[in-house]
């Protein structure tokens, strides 16, 4: 589990995010295949196999072509360089874990994930401050939202109902069309997609 | 039935609207849907007088007062916001400010965006109450960036940037708080785990550890929905760039949708944890909101972003007299939701009109609205002494009553806050809107005559809002105080 979150916050100095992002994915589902067989739930497949068919194959995929599309450049610019990023994220990691200490009972897939799960969540939020792309912003919400998936995997065995499941599947990838419609129309009219330019509405 | 009808209804008329390519006939497709709509809606809110619960879909749907209130109010501001719109895009159409093609995706987008907002009260499943809250964002960011300007996609690139940040916290809350149900249920309920016709018999059962997460998660997710600071920036963005039966959507449908999951939450959470605790939580951030916007009222220069402002404010009060809990707080929760939803759609009506009439929302360019406009400078006035709590006018009542609560629960000194922020919120708004209104009109304008459809939406909620300052119907108040009671967690 530590894994992936050594790759998040790998990622920060990688310009290759998106295929990262689908290596933990990839993870995240090979996690949900293992709860699922180890505990005989079936319904555990289905998420594995939409973050499967979802989050590995058709996001990355969509995204790669919208980067080609729009054409950026490598460069990221953070606010805070690698290192102290790194830092940071340790910290938040430090922090999950006390927060997720009450809950290490319990637990269904490993004494951590809980722990791991609020990390992925915080330390994408911190991605997202720190990053000025468009783009790696929505990455950012993708590895936020792989730890809420990853807190639903661990706390319950089962994962949530069926069709809460679907609904936020479905929900996420309207999401991340919406956004790439956003981010197209945004290099549209303003010819980049540095998201320090949207600075007009104030007050 | 009824819930099952008045969800499907909207899905259907967003689904044939996709194919239809005519105006008139959009107009036509969204105003009969929202028109039926509500009449369900006063059906449905009669089986609930009559029931106290209504089940549809097998478990999933799932109605009671509180759930029957915030249909009723999402309808009600829908049906006002379909007969408004057909006046304003046909004017905005003339004046060359939008095409066609962009007319028609309003059309659509809107009947798919009442259909996400009215998932959230008619769902059992806290699960998909989530959903359809999320599902109502999405929707909504195409309208905000709808007029493809800079400032327009800044807006909506904040909303939903901040937005999914709020709502992944939610949802994270809403996963914890199925853990915690799993614990007292067992394996054999899985699916009722997150049903709140299941989950509110059990409250006191539940984890206090997991709940204590869980609520704070929830509040900060579905408090950003709601626009309570220090998560509110999105909000005079999104309320100044959108077009205007947008943001009235979002500013009195939206704000429901996120106060009532935020009710929810903090009735299942209140008997595990006491309610110390959650009192603490939502009385900081509704005062704080309350605060945060009243120096921005006095400094504004811009009518949409005032009236963002306010709704801030308003937010601000429902949870703080959440927080202060007992019959009063709860019963001036409600109440307050009530009000501002039948309030607030006229007075965005209004500054839509000075938008087009005077083609800016600058309060600096703008001035004798009264002269040029009589009707829509009349109703404005009434509406900023209506929303700021002026009596004869119904939220006057319900500021009153929070405020009772508030010294009920011996918060003196969040009272005096409160008092401070509305009065500072009053101040502001009558000066900017006074100057408006009243100020000698520049020589080259002359009196306009009205749109019919813009000002028959508004002589309707204006009709509304002034008969519910002397006149609570029995039926509606029996509803209102089984809904407090629901919130209340008092049965």
């Known amino acids: 589990m530590l894994v992936i979150q050594f790759l998040m916050v790998g990622q920060r100095m990688l310009p290759a995010g998106i295929r990262l992002f689908a290596v933990q994915s990839f993870l995240l589902a090979g996690i949900a295949a293992v709860t699922a067989y180890s505990h005989h739930v079936p319904e555990v497949y289905l998420v594995a196999g939409l973050t499967l068919a979802g989050k590995v194959i058709v996001l990355p995929w969509f995204m790669l072509r919208l980067v080609r599309q729009v054409g950026i450049d490598q460069e990221h610019r953070p606010w805070l360089n690698a290192p102290s990023a790194m830092l940071l994220c340790g910290g938040l990691a430090l922090l999950s874990y006390v927060v997720a200490r009450p809950f290490a009972t319990a637990e269904a897939a490993g004494a951590h994930t809980f722990g791991v799960s609020i990390a992925l969540m915080l330390s994408g939020f911190f991605l997202m401050i720190n990053r000025r792309r468009a783009i790696t912003q929505v990455l950012a919400l993708l590895c936020a939202e792989n730890g809420v998936v990853l807190a639903a995997i661990s706390l319950t065995v089962r994962g949530m109902p069926v069709v809460v499941e679907l609904g936020v599947f479905f929900d996420l990838f309207i999401g991340i069309v919406v956004l ?13 997609i540095d998201v320090d330019q949207l600075n007009r509405l104030k007050g | 039935m009824l819930p099952a009808a008045i969800l499907t209804l909207p899905l259907a008329t967003g689904l044939i609207c996709l194919a239809v390519r005519s105006r008139r006939w959009l107009e036509g497709l969204n105003l009969g849907c929202f028109g039926a709509v509500a009449a369900l809606a006063v059906l449905l809110a009669r089986a609930v ?14 109605v009671d007062a509180l759930s029957a209130l915030v249909v009723g109010l999402i309808a009600f501001v829908a049906l006002l916001t379909a007969i408004y719109a057909v006046g304003f895009f046909r004017q905005e159409e003339r004046a060359g400010k939008v095409t066609p093609r962009q007319v ?13 907002m009215l998932l959230v009260p008619l769902s059992d499943s806290l699960g998909v109450m989530w959903v359809g809250i999320e599902g109502s964002t999405l929707a909504s960011v195409l309208l905000i960036a709808f007029y493809n300007e800079k400032t327009s996609l800044e807006a909506a690139w904040k909303y939903i940037i901040i937005g999914s940040v709020g ?7 809403t996963i914890t708080t199925y853990y915690a149900a799993v ?26 550890h997991a709940m204590r997460l869980a609520f704070t998660c929830v509040l900060l997710g579905y408090g950003t929905k709601a626009g309570l ?4 920036t999105w909000k005079p963005d999104a309320y100044s760039e959108a077009p205007i039966p947008s943001t009235t959507l979002l500013a009195a449908g939206v704000i429901n949708c996120a106060i009532y999951a935020i009710m929810r939450f903090s009735a299942l959470a209140a008997p595990c944890l006491g309610h110390e605790y959650i009192g603490n939580l939502l009385v900081g951030f509704g005062l704080g909101s309350v605060l945060i916007a009243a120096p921005f009222v006095l400094v504004q220069r811009n009518l949409r972003r005032l009236l963002a402002y306010s709704s ?10 959440l927080g202060f809990g007992g019959r009063l707080g709860a019963l001036g929760a409600v109440l307050h939701m009530l009000f501002h939803a039948v309030t607030k759609p006229l007075a965005f009506f209004c500054a839509g009109n000075v938008q087009q009439r005077f083609g800016t929302v600058f309060l600096r360019k703008i001035t004798g609205v009264m002269r040029v406009l009589p009707w829509t400078g009349g109703l404005l006035l009434m509406v900023v002494l209506a929303t700021t709590g002026v009596p004869p006018f119904s939220m006057f009542q319900s500021e ?12 003196v000194w969040a009272a005096a806050a409160l008092v401070a922020g509305v009065v500072t919120i009053f101040a502001g708004f009558l000066a900017h809107v006074s100057k408006l209104c009243l100020g000698l009109p520049k020589p080259e304008e002359t009196r306009t005559a009205e749109c019919p459809w813009k000002l028959s939406a508004m002589v309707l909620s204006a009709v509304v809002i002034a008969a519910l300052g002397f006149w609570l119907p029995a039926p509606l108040f029996r509803l209102v105080t089984e809904a407090a009671n629901i919130v209340g967690g008092t049965p």
């Open chain 2, 400 to 411: 009153f009553q929070i405020l009772c609560a508030a010294l009920q629960a011996g918060r």
């Open chain 2, 183 to 208: 614990q007292v249920f067992g394996d054999a309920a899985q699916t009722q785990a997150l049903n709140w016709s299941t989950l509110s018999l059990v409250a006191a059962q539940l984890d206090p």
């Open chain 2, 104 to 116: 028609r995706r309003y059309y659509r987008l809107t009947p798919l965006f009442v259909f996400a």
């Open chain 2, 49 to 62: 007088l009559e029931e106290h619960t209504v089940a549809g879909m097998g478990r999933f749907l799932y």
């Open chain 2, 229 to 232: 600071a220090p998560m509110h």
């Open chain 2, 312 to 321: 801030i404010d308003h937010a601000g009060l429902m949870v703080a007299a």
């Open chain 2, 167 to 173: 709502i992944s916290l939610a949802l994270f809350g």
């Open chain 1, 180 to 192: 790439s419609i956003l981010v197209y129309r945004i290099r549209e009219t303003f010819s980049s």
